[in-house]
Structure formats: C-alpha cells, structure tokens
C-alpha cells in the first residue's frame, strides 16, 4: 500500500510463507514441474515467470472478447482447446515460479504478492472461461460461477492471516485438482459440443445442476474453514468478519446481472467485478506479510456496491456505462495506490530486481 511504513516493510521482509502441503496430483505433477523450472534462464526472473502465467490466461479473454461480449454464442471448436491449453501453461507457470525462485536463490516476500495477486485474477478469469465455453450468457448464473470460486481463495488468504499458513488443499483436493477438472470440461466441449453444453438431466442443464453443486461444495467448505481453527460459532464470526463485506459484496455482483448494460457487455461487468475483487483480496494478501491487523470495512468494496445500487435504482443504460465507467477509474486508481505503488516499494526496500 502506499501508506507502508518502515516496519510494514520490515515484516514482509522478514514473512516465511508457509502452506499446508501437496495434493497427490501436486506430488505427481512435481518432477515435470521441476524439469520444467530447470530449463528457465536465469535472466528471467521469477516474478516474470509469474506473469506470463497471468498473460496466458489474459489471451484466452482477448480471444473470448473479439469472438462475443455475452457468452451466448457457440464457439468454434479450436476456442476450448486454445482456452486448455492456455489454462494448462498458466497452471504450469504458476507452479514453477517459486521453484525457479529457489534455484537461482532469489525468493522474495515480493514473490506471494506477485504469485497470489495473479492467482486472484486468474480466478474470475477462469470463471469467464467457462461462462463463454457453456453459453451462461447474460445469466444470474455468469455471476455465481464467478462467486463460487472467489470465495475459497478469499477465504484461504484470510485463514493464513490468523494460522500463518496458505491452505492449498482439503482432503487432497486443491487448486491443482480444478484446474484439471476445468481442461477436461473445456475437452469435452470441443468434442461435444452444444450436446455436451447443453445436456439435460432430469429436465435441467447438467452444466447448471454442476454449477450448483459446486457452489453448495464451497459454501459449506467456507464454512468448515472458518469453524476449523475457531473455538465456537461467535469466536469464527469474530474472526471472519471481514467476509460478511465479502459476502455484500457478492450479493452486489449478483444484483449486476439485473443492469441493462449486462445484457449486451456481460463480460466487461463480470471483469469489473473479478477486478474488485482481486484488489480486496491483494490488499488482504499485504496485510498478511506486513503483519497488519484486518479492516471489517473497505471502502473501495462499498463504493462499488453503492455504485451497483446505484445503477439498477436509476434503470437507465446511459447512467449505468457513466457508473460503470467511474468504478472501473477509481478501481485502477486504487489499484496504483494500493498493489502499484506496494511493488515499487517492496523492490525499493529489498534492493532486488522485478
């Protein structure tokens, strides 16, 4: 942030991170991981193995983007594939990022910012993937796969603050697990088809009937995670109070899908929010390797869900794109100041390079 004072700076310095351990996918997917990492120059460094991660995923939206802003049309068959591959190499250069760290000895408290904040904006990235590649289209539902895999990560990154230590798995299902789970879907479409996307069981959709599936699977994982290292209902409601924002926030995104420009510009409204809630959780991520103490409140998420309201009161798509266009300058505004300007001085103070 741009108000990180010396001792900030000297936390995160010093801030060992720590996880809760490999899936058995991990575990089989390390040595080519590690050969992987082994063929990466030393001139490139970490962090920029961390962010072509990011760009891969940021391909698949520009293709998804140029093709159709609605997720309603069909995609030719070549756009899962492009999609999977994409989300393959993202996957891969995540998970080599730290070991190229370790083996030319540059690791850094920069690296979880840089690891972490890309893998928030990953999320609602791959949400957008699968709205394209199932036709969700100007739906409620666009938004709640969007939500559904928010959460777990918020959720994630606020448990570490109170154990210090990343949950990256439960019951040796983790982020490695989905992604996996994500390509094998994206297959199936280029395969399949619209008789794969639009497969019906017991009259509904067998995309939506997974959807919620999976939503009612991290409701109640949120829910165990936050009963699992309290001493009660009231101690977890104190802790996690900051995610009763959260939670006011995502009932903010799903009252997005009611605006008259979703309609037609679906996917900048779902960028929108992803986006918001990238930065929510990065700063959540700094306070956790500054050693700062929770704000419940954050006013760039309730300007955000002021803005919402805002626009679905006045029902006009003119007012809308002016809202629309305002939250997106002061997100990228906050963005500088928060997570921007956060790097910068990270570099400063540890006199390393980007």
């Known amino acids: 942030m741009a108000d990180l004072t010396e001792k900030d700076l000297e936390n995160m310095k010093n801030h060992k991170y720590q996880t809760t351990g490999?899936?058995?996918?991990?575990?089989?997917?390390?040595?080519?991981?590690?050969?992987?990492?082994?063929?990466?120059?030393?001139?490139?460094?970490?962090?920029?193995?961390?962010?072509?991660?990011?760009?891969?995923?940021?391909?698949?939206?520009?293709?998804?983007a140029y093709y159709d802003l609605t997720f309603t049309y069909p995609v030719p068959a070549f756009f899962p594939i492009f999609c999977a591959l994409m989300l393959f190499l993202a996957q891969t250069f995540d998970a080599i990022d730290g070991k190229h760290a370790r083996n030319t000895k540059r690791s850094s408290p920069l690296g979880q910012l840089m690891d972490h904040g890309c893998d928030s904006m990953d999320n609602f990235l791959y949400a957008i993937v699968i709205c394209q590649m199932f036709s969700f289209g100007d739906s409620v539902?666009?938004?709640?796969?969007?939500?559904?895999?928010?959460?777990?990560?918020?959720?994630?990154?606020?448990?570490?603050?109170?154990?210090g230590k990343l949950r990256t798995q439960i019951n040796n299902i983790g982020v490695t697990e989905y992604q996996f789970t994500i390509m094998g879907m994206l297959i199936l479409v280029a395969i399949f088809g619209d008789k794969f996307i639009f497969m019906e069981v017991f009259g509904y959709r067998l995309s939506f009937i997974i959807l919620y599936m999976c939503v009612a699977f991290s409701i109640l994982q949120t829910i165990y995670l936050m009963l699992l290292e309290s001493k009660g209902i009231y101690d977890a409601i104190i802790k996690y109070r900051p995610m009763l924002l959260l939670i006011a926030f995502?009932?903010?995104?799903?009252?997005?899908?009611?605006?008259?420009?979703?309609?037609?510009?679906?996917?900048?409204?779902?960028?929108?929010?992803?986006?918001?809630?990238?930065?929510?959780?990065?700063?959540?991520?700094?306070?956790?390797?500054?050693?700062?103490?929770?704000?419940?409140?954050?006013?760039?998420?309730?300007?955000?869900?002021?803005?919402?309201?805002?626009?679905?009161?006045?029902?006009?798509?003119?007012?809308?794109?002016?809202?629309?266009?305002?939250?997106?300058?002061?997100?990228?505004?906050?963005?500088?100041?928060?997570?921007?300007?956060?790097?910068?001085?990270?570099l400063d103070y540890l006199k390393i390079p980007f």
């Open 250 to 346: 995502c009932i903010a995104e799903i009252f997005s899908s009611k605006l008259i420009i979703y309609q037609d510009k679906t996917l900048l409204v779902i960028l929108l929010n992803g986006m918001y809630y990238s930065l929510y959780t990065c700063k959540l991520i700094i306070g956790n390797t500054a050693k700062r103490d929770i704000k419940v409140l954050d006013i760039d998420i309730i300007i955000y869900i002021i803005g919402i309201f805002l626009c679905i009161y006045f029902e006009d798509k003119q007012i809308e794109l002016y809202i629309i266009i305002g939250l997106t300058f002061w997100l990228c505004c906050k963005y500088y100041y928060h997570i921007i300007s956060a790097i910068f001085k990270m």
């Open 22 to 64: 490999y899936t058995y996918i991990d575990k089989m997917m390390g040595p080519f991981w590690e050969k992987c990492a082994s063929f990466l120059p030393y001139a490139y460094t970490p962090n920029m193995v961390t962010l072509t991660g990011l760009l891969c995923q940021i391909l698949s939206i520009i293709l998804i």
């Open 141 to 163: 539902n666009s938004v709640v796969i969007q939500i559904l895999i928010q959460i777990p990560f918020y959720t994630y990154t606020l448990e570490e603050h109170y154990t």
